[in-house]
């Protein structure tokens, strides 16, 4: 078998590999409204669900622009206006995806502001804790526990 594809086979591969790349960045980029939408709205439950569908057209996405990459000397035979077609979906991607980014930091910065928060109070309730105590002639006392031992379990 003949390795060596004419022109019109390498120009028909690489249309073929464009499309198919196109269709990824088209179901990636929905994805990725969906995900960035359920973020705002601080909906944990459709971001979960959504990540085995996020890293399975992630890889693809990836496998995909490793082949357009290789194909980069065929591409010049490809129409323009295809090729413009996919460097704006590839544009518009790049903007949802930064996007999703950023409302992913937000996230992060707000559970992490949640936590220090339950941290804090449950640092100051040990600390402001007071404990009776009787006496050796049966008087009642009371102190609070900053001298205790204060260890609150900071890994989560």
Known sequence: MNNTMTKDQKKTAVTGDIAEML???DAFGNLLKRETAALVAYDFKTVDALQSEKRTLAGKYQEQAQILSARRTDMAAVDLGLRE????????FTVLLNDNLRALERAKNSAGRLIERILDTARRAVINERH?????KGHTGAYKSATSSLSVNETL
């Open 23 to 25: 269709k990824l960045i």
């Open 132 to 136: 009776t105590h009787y006496s050796a």
């Open 85 to 92: 077609k996919l460097l704006r979906a590839r544009a518009q």
